[in-house]
């Protein structure tokens, strides 16, 4: 009989025992590896070292929600800062380049963007890497949209579709406010950044939209009011037809069925912000400098992505530290459930290895059986551990994407999968030396005596 079938052969004789030990082994294992991959992932996604540009500028308040909202769609924007500033800031000899967005509603859930044809043109989203279109052109006046690939795909939308913009940076039913349906004229390649989450306009579509918006509004309130005292119902400027889902106003001149570009009247200044500017800057030697006058001012903050994510994986990392700890507990308690199963078994076992010893087997040969059982465990526990991880990642990657703004892509294997594996292994045996030294010193002549 070889070696390797005397140890299934142990494992068979407790079977359930082992199975058990097994799993316990496979849970912790499956914590610590999909921690570690959830943790080098979502690194992976929110450093972005490689970025285009090096300032985010918007209005004042919390500077690490400012990058988040801003790179990553995640939270509120602080709020907007008047076109002046943005003017200023972009006239300001220190900056190369300079790429404003408004934010304010949404498509299905997708942030609408309101930008600048340079979107398309001279910005860099990683160094080096523009925008690319996959289908269709950039879009070429107000009133038409160009999709990241994410929304192409999620809400099953083409070149030639028309999209409706609800108000509110969330989808919800709940007091939204649908505006008039709006071509798609472009889709986005593939960016593996937020750029594939967004939906892009001109800025004067979001700020004519939200002005509108605010005048239709303003009439109710009028309307209301005047019924209130008995007078007749002004006339409101503003005519809504909900047959085809769109609005027409008397004051637009249309040239078809979806073209709301021309308008007579001219929006106020206070309707005319910007949520946040994607800034390059000339030199490194500027950074300092263009930040501090910035924040030093009134009107706007300025912050380095790179320098918030850092501080924020600081806070998180002692959270996962946490979490590690508990999942590292969990695998030491499973090996010592190896420790446990192996050593109260023992005495059950000795006439068999006092049988082996009989028939030639050294004590050398039975020190290795009881490590191996050990082994054998562990080695199952903790491939069966990386796969539930994996499984599990896999199940919950498009939930993971959602919730934390990046693309997360998980590797089938990591380098930290096989230490993993090797440690539970080598835990394994270390704690297989007391029952595998009991059963090497095993007395032959006194288990193979007759029972009574």
Known sequence: MSFFRIVLGFLRQRL??????????????????????LRLESERAFSQKDTGFEVIVGAKGSPLQLVLNTMYHLGSPNGNIPLAVYEQLRADKRVSAMLPMVFGDNVGGYKVIGTAPEFFTTFRYRKNIGIQMAEGKPFEKNYQVVIG????????????????????????????????????????????????????????????????????AQEEAEAAAAKARGEAVPEHKHEHHDHDGEHKHEHHDHEGEHDHEHHDHAIPPEWTTVTAMAVKLKSPIFFESFIRSVNEGTAAQAAMPIREIMALFEIVGNVNGVLLGISYLVIVIGVFSILVSLY??????????????????RRQTIF????????????????????????????????????????????????????????????SALVALLPAIKAYRTDVARNLAPLS
């Open 16 to 37: 359930f025992a082992s199975l058990l030990t097994a799993a316990s082994v496979a849970v912790g294992v499956a914590l610590v590896a999909a921690i570690l991959a």
């Open 344 to 361: 109260t078994t023992l005495n059950e076992r000795r006439r068999e290895i006092a049988i082996l010893r009989a028939l030639g087997a």
């Open 149 to 216: 690939t994410e929304v192409a795909q999620r809400l099953a939308l083409r070149v030639g579709d028309s999209v409706t913009i609800r108000h509110g940076l969330a989808e919800s039913a709940e007091g939204a406010h649908e505006h008039g349906k709006m071509p798609i004229v472009g889709i986005l390649a593939p960016t593996q950044t937020a750029i594939d989450k967004g939906v892009y306009s001109t800025m004067e579509t979001v700020w004519d939209i939200h002005y509108h918006e605010y005048e239709e």
């Open 368 to 427: 290795l059986l009881i490590l191996s059982e050990s082994v054998m465990i562990a080695l199952v526990g903790g491939v069966v551990g990386i796969g539930l991880s994996q499984l599990g990642l896999y199940l919950a990657q498009d939930r993971l994407k959602a919730s934390i703004g990046g693309n997360l892509t998980f590797a089938p294997f990591y380098t930290f999968d096989a230490w993993l594996l090797a440690g539970v292994i080598g835990l």
